[in-house]
């Protein structure tokens, strides 16, 4: 079995995976690297998913990479424009000369004498063994299972005669016409399934046990278009990407800052896009605060305008069990159906469900301290992209490409082959927090007690917050006491 060696190996091939390509080859271009997918096909999420009306629930101008100008019409675009648009970057870059696919990794082993890492898999389409060493890893598979979504168990799904589908699973060849759908959940796949199916089902019912905030904009940024017609793309991206990062970290700091105002204006919007006759309180007005989870974009009111027509409808209320033609609700209700979407949600899990050992000893991420947001305490050379949740995943996915390549450049310059974050005696006796702090959405808590603590001090916080980590990761200093860089062991050096 051949083993090949790389200076970094990156794993996933999605939004992540492609931009930490593009920053290692232009920050760092004196290190090999290669991404290594195990699907067979770049675009992670943007790949996968192929449910119908699948798009963003971020404008493409901070979804984007800040290196790629997005020139568009549609700032909420499709999943297909958004796939081709990664098409598009890893061949105008020459990325996808280093990607590797069918190259499913499942462990990984640190070695601080021969200070390298060795990952293991094997090959999806022939089952073979494969092996690659590196000097670094950069974990960008994502946060969540690709082996399948989260379903709840609901009483009496055995007898339902009709088809049960989950969106990470969408069937090629599912006909929904003129069938009653009913989709379970409130999340930013429920609405966009149901204003999607609208048209083509005899109805469409989204069936919530509560409510989410929902937001309706134009999925066209008029000023992004027009700064276009007179300016270089690349200089019409760049201001449309600051403007649109400045509206949405004001949106989140009035949320934290004054909650009720936010709330009562989101409300009043709702109330006039579906008049007043229409129960708002109990279908769109959550019983948290805005941004405690995740809003929902609604583009063009695509939701609203399908309720308005009849052709869906929402329910809030609770399921008692699943019967043979639909679903009784614990007000008594019955829901006729069809077909039943699970549109509840994702199974997140921590680096890609891959095993890491240190020097033979298994890791388990739960009782490690994140360093900035993207590394571990006592795990040397390995870093792992996650982006915002309350904001564009690109945004913290490009930060923490640049940082991983500072830090590969001040090795480089230092003449250390290994960084490790460790707390210092300071940080002894620091509170613990977790990972993802004020976010109360069920499929963060169902998993929170996987993922690293974070501390109340840097380097030892994911904050969340743009403004905050580009200070973190641009200005603040690599050697900062807490990352500690050694030189390789004799035994290597010879």
């Known amino acids: 079995m051949t083993v090949e060696h790389y200076d970094v190996v990156v794993v996933g091939a999605g939004i992540s995976g492609i931009g930490a390509g593009y920053h290692l080859q232009t920050m760092c271009p004196d290190r090999s690297y290669v991404i290594l997918e195990g699907r067979d096909d770049i675009g992670g999420t943007w790949d996968l998913f192929r449910y119908p009306g699948v798009r963003s629930d971020s404008d493409m101008h901070t979804l984007g990479y800040s290196f790629k100008p997005w020139t568009a019409a549609k700032a909420i675009a499709d999943g297909p424009s958004i796939l081709q648009y990664l098409r598009d970057t890893i061949r105008e870059f020459g990325i996808d000369r280093h990607i ?13 004498d021969q ?26 598979s994502g946060y969540y299972s690709y082996k399948g ?13 009709g088809q049960v589908v989950h ?20 999340g930013a796949t429920a609405m966009t399934l149901v204003p999607a199916m609208a048209d083509d089902v005899a109805h469409v019912t989204m069936l919530q046990r509560s409510p989410t905030y929902v937001v309706s904009a134009p999925d066209r940024d008029v000023v992004a278009n027009a700064l276009r017609k007179v300016l270089p793309d690349k200089v019409a991206y760049t201001i449309t990407r600051k403007k649109n990062v400045a509206f949405q970290q004001m949106i989140y700091r009035r949320t934290r800052t004054s909650p009720e105002k936010v709330k009562a204006t989101l409300l009043k ?65 019955e829901l006729a159906a069809d077909i039943v979407v699970t549109a509840t949600g994702l199974e997140l899990v921590t680096l890609g469900e891959m095993e890491f050992a240190v020097d033979g ?92 603590r974070q501390g109340d001090r840097e380097p030892w916080i994911n904050p969340q917050s743009y403004t905050r980590d580009k200070k973190m990761f641009r200005t603040s200093a690599v050697d900062d006491g807490a990352m500690q860089f050694t030189k390789a062991p004799v035994a290597a050096r010879s």
């Open 100 to 112: 590797r696919f069918g190259n499913l990794i499942a462990r990984a082993e640190w070695s601080t």
């Open 149 to 161: 979504g989260h379903t709840p168990e609901f009483p009496g799904i055995e007898q339902f005669q």
């Open 167 to 186: 969106p990470q699973q969408w069937p090629e060849d599912l006909d929904y016409a003129g069938k009653r759908v009913v989709v379970i959940g409130s």
């Open 115 to 140: 200070a390298m890492w060795t990952v293991t898999g094997h090959r999806t389409d022939t089952g073979a063994e494969i092996t690659y060493t590196c000097g670094y890893l950069f974990m960008c």
């Open 361 to 452: 000893e298994p890791v388990d991420f739960s009782t490690t301290w994140t360093y900035k947001g993207f590394a571990y305490s006592g795990v040397p050379n390995l870093a792992s992209s996650f982006g915002y949740v309350n904001a564009s995943w690109t945004l913290r996915a490009d930060l923490t490409c640049e940082y991983v390549c500072r830090l590969l450049n001040h090795m480089r310059e230092t003449g250390t082959v290994q960084c490790t974050p460790r707390l210092r005696p300071s940080d002894a006796g620091m509170p613990e927090r977790p990972w993802i702090a004020d976010f109360s959405a069920g499929y963060m808590q169902r998993v929170m007690h996987k993922f690293p």
């Open 269 to 333: 919007r709702v109330r006039k896009e579906l008049g007043p006759d229409y129960d708002v309180a109990k279908h769109f007005t959550p019983s948290y605060n805005p941004w405690d989870q995740r809003l929902c974009l609604v583009p063009n009111s695509d939701l609203f305008k399908a309720i308005k027509s009849g052709k869906a409808s929402v329910v809030t209320d609770h399921i008692d069990t699943f019967t043979t033609t639909g679903i009784r609700l614990q007000s008594g209700e």
